[in-house]
């Protein structure tokens, strides 16, 4: 069974940072890369940041690179996406996905992220 772990979505203000905390655990998975997507309404899901758990080679989307940085935990599994210099148009629910070494994909529960003055 696949467990997830969220957190540190919240309300900021235009400039402001937040960090999101994505943890997954089950008992024989091997997980390979783990990433956040967002969906703000009326628009559809999008890639913000994703890892290759092996390498750590990492991806972002057009809108968030330079501001946004995903890292890997020291724990298992975990990954962290450090969000800087929020916009209003960051506003969105946030998903953590995890991909396994078969392409097998789980998501995780939504947080809601809201930048907003």
């Known amino acids: 069974q696949v467990q997830f772990v969220a957190s540190g979505g919240g309300s900021v203000q235009p400039g402001g940072s937040l960090r999101l905390s994505c943890a997954v655990s089950?008992?024989?998975?091997?997980?390979?890369?783990m990433g956040w997507y967002r969906q703000s309404p009326g628009n559809q899901w999008e890639l913000v940041a994703g890892?290759?758990?092996?390498?750590?080679?990492?991806k972002y989307g057009d809108s968030v690179k330079g501001r946004f940085t995903i890292s890997r935990g020291y724990a298992k599994n975990t990954v962290y996406l450090q969000m800087n210099n929020l916009h209003p148009e960051d506003s969105a629910v946030y998903s953590c996905?995890?991909?396994?070494?078969?392409?097998?994909?789980?998501w995780g529960q939504g947080t809601l992220v809201t930048v907003s003055s």
């Open positions: 089950g008992s024989s998975l091997y997980i390979s890369a």
């Open positions: 890892m290759l758990l092996s390498g750590e080679i990492t």
């Open positions: 996905k995890a991909e396994t070494g078969s392409a097998t994909t789980y």
